[in-house]
């Protein structure tokens, strides 16, 4: 037989920590249950796709400027250029594929700030090309919410529509969907895909804890309607963690930076500027399972990031959320965890150190919590993979299916 020719398609390989997790959580997948596919990416950063997951890789937009702000009129030439050669490229590589893959990401949604023809057309494309050749266009444990933008909102759910498969990282996600007009009737809900991925042994927290936190800090500007109060929010932001963390070394606590995209160094910056104190460190993730190595070895975790979010409660050690979008509520509460969220936007650091004190104060029963909540994510993304399998590869679940039988 043929081997079915896979693509994986993203921000893949562009910084995000999160987005590369996800890759690996279906390459993992790919490999163990379809290990004859031919896998291969379009993608953001395709030198970084093919050194660190060892796939051969295709930039994703012709028009290399294509996520900075276009000011000169060669650059607005080179991006509207780019959109038409774009659409000939994604075609052209959908074309050749049996099975597109969309890992995880939130591409569905519009939660930080996003331009229609950036992103939202890309997918679009990919999937209007599966449509229109035939090629299975899966979105696998992806995040959507509601969107304002008209344009915006018409490209993912036009995408939506257009996908072979979807499911989803949370309900929310599905109902999002839903309310924008996509019959989600068919769609699953499973945990997020980095639930997949191998967990670090956990160290021995400190009893009662006293030991280092590590503090998960993001290039926060809100969401894509709040563009007209994004250096307000990202101040009030910034000052609010800065002051957190000051808090926490005077009570002679070490903290670990982490971050979740390159874009958050920043960040990381201004606060060991602002505090000034050898207790306060940066760790230099490449990978969420350096983020689970660093976050396994803490007693507690605050984090803005979704995937910081994800990773500290995958190693099960109590976590609090600075949430700066309904998805992190989402995840908290699945994880048995909705009491310890507090808004991104609106950081207090006396009402923060309450909540931080509090989640300490019950760290050894959230843990057990934890253990049990990621027993379940598990057998849920044992499910997810396996209906992948029969939507998107059915000669092979026939296969397996008849070895199975006595």
Known sequence: ???????????????????????????????????????DALCGGPEVVTARFGIPATRLHWYRGEYRTASRAGS?????????????????????RDVVIVPGMGVLEAT???????????????????????????????????????????????????????????????????????DTSRDEVCPDLAFALPTPQTGTPS???????????????????????????????????????????EDGRPVRLLTGDACDAPVVASILDAVDSPLVTAAEAASLADLMQEMAAADTVVATRYHNLVCALKVGVPTLALSYAAKSDALMAQMGL??????????DADRLLEQFRALEQHSAELRRTLAERNLVAVRQLQHQFTALTSALFPAADHAHALQESP
């Open 1 to 39: 037989m043929t081997p079915v020719r896979v693509g994986v398609f993203g921000l893949l390989g562009s910084g995000n920590l999160g987005n590369d997790g996800s890759l690996e959580a279906v390459l993992d997948y790919l490999r163990a249950e379809h290990p004859e596919a031919v896998v």
């Open 76 to 96: 607005i030439a080179g991006k509207g250029l780019g959109k038409l050669v774009d659409a000939v490229r994604t075609a052209a590589w959908v074309r050749r």
């Open 112 to 182: 930080l700030p996003l331009r229609p023809w950036g992103f939202p057309y890309a997918l679009f494309l990919l999937c209007a090309s599966g449509r229109l050749f035939g090629t299975r266009v899966a979105l696998v444990g992806v995040g959507a919410a509601p969107i304002g933008k008209r344009p915006t909102r018409a490209l993912v759910r036009w995408s939506a529509r257009l996908a072979a498969y979807r499911s989803y990282r949370d309900g929310l996600s599905r109902d999002a969907m839903r309310e924008m007009g996509v």
């Open 207 to 249: 009893d009662p804890p006293g030991g280092t936190v590590c503090v998960g800090v993001m290039d926060f500007h809100g969401s894509d309607d709040d563009r007209a109060r994004a250096e307000e929010i990202h101040r009030h932001y910034l000052d609010g963690t800065t002051r957190f963390v000051r808090t926490l070394v």
């Open 338 to 347: 909705a009491a310890y969220c507090h808004p991104a936007r609106a950081v």
